[in-house]
């Protein structure tokens, strides 16, 4: 399978403020690049602090690009998201529309919760005990015919893919803003490296809309 992550952050490093809200950081340049990277993959991932803050549908992504790679019959990509107990809300935009969503769940889901969400209309997947594996769940949707995920956050989601080694590229926006806040999330959040920091190549430097596009290969 292939990781990219993509996320814009503040001049800071910020991917919101310490409200939570969404912001909209990048321009409608970087939308549509957003869109683009979109269409060239297989699925989506968010994970289910994203859901609770911002509520993504998901769905939009460039469709022109995705038939031109993909050809004529491409369905849309698939939307996935990462949520050991099932705290989707059954109303979410995520489970809402055609393309098939997948929640990435573990044994600490209550089964009312894991019912609930099949019942709207989500496939399921347990993996992980407390928490989601990300290893073993990312295995699992590679057997439904996912083999190139695009994930767009949040910070936690993103430092535990770094901790789990499965990011093989990034791109970040940095955009013209300063958000500020010691409690706001981070392009990669949870616990942090204290030793042996994943190390990144950078592959390409793109001005766009009032910031700059970052692209880098993990090593
Ligand atoms: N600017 C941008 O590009 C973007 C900004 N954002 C912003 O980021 C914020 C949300 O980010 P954040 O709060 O970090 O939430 P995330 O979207 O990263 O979701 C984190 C949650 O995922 C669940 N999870 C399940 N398994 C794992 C695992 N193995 N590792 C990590 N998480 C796991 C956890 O909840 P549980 O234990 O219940 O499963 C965890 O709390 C919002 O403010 C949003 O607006 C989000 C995306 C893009
Ligand atoms: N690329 C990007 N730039 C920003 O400025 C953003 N605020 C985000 N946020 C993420 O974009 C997704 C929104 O999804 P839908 O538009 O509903 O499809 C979601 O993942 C946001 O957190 N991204």
Redesign the pocket.
């Known amino acids: 399978m292939h990781v990219s992550v993509n ?3 503040s001049a800071d490093g910020k ?2 403020s310490r409200r ?4 909209a ?1 990048s321009g409608d340049d970087d939308f549509a690049r957003v869109d683009r990277l979109r269409a060239e993959s297989d699925a989506v991932v ?5 859901v609770l ?2 509520d993504p549908s998901l769905v939009r992504y460039d469709e022109t690009h995705r038939t031109s790679i993909r050809g004529e019959t491409a369905s849309p990509p698939a939307r996935v998201v ?4 099932c ?1 989707t809300p059954t109303n979410a935009a995520i489970l809402a529309g055609d393309p098939e969503t997948y929640v990435l769940t573990s044994d600490a889901a209550p089964e009312s919760r894991l019912t609930a969400l099949r019942d709207a209309g989500a496939t399921a997947l347990v993996a992980g005990e407390e ?2 594996d ?1 290893t073993d769940a990312f295995a699992a949707i590679e057997t439904h015919g996912i083999e190139r995920v695009m994930v ?7 430092f ?1 893919l770094f901790k789990a080694a499965l990011v093989d590229e990034i791109t970040v926006y940095i955009g013209n803003t300063v958000i500020g806040g010691r409690d706001a ?1 981070t392009l990669a ?2 616990d942090g490296f204290v030793e042996a920091f994943p190390e990144l190549e950078l592959t390409s430097v793109e001005r766009i809309d009032s910031g700059v596009v970052l692209a880098w290969h993990v090593s």
Do not use: H, N
């Open positions: 996320a814009a952050v991917l919101s939570r809200e969404q912001i950081i968010v994970g289910v602090g994203t803050a911002d990462v949520d050991s107990s705290r928490r989601v990300l767009e956050g949040g910070g936690e989601l993103i535990s999330p959040d949870g």
